[in-house]
């Protein structure tokens, strides 16, 4: 499980990377897709939020 946390850290350039790790076109790709994905997912999770307070504040 902390692994997964240091990826998503590494994704959104929170945390510095692995330089031991090989780095190549279709890494920088995916991690670049994940980056993407990540963002959208927790600006969708906002949106509910969002909505779900507006919805009990009426």
Not at 29 to 38: A, E
């Amino acid at each position: 499980m902390k692994s997964i946390w240091r990826q998503i850290l590494q994704y959104l350039f929170i945390k510095k990377r692995d330089k031991s790790e090989p780095l190549n076109t279709n890494t920088k790709l995916m991690h670049g897709m994940n980056r993407i994905s990540i963002i959208v997912f927790l600006v969708a999770i906002i949106i509910l939020l969002i909505r779900l307070i507006r919805h009990l504040m009426q």
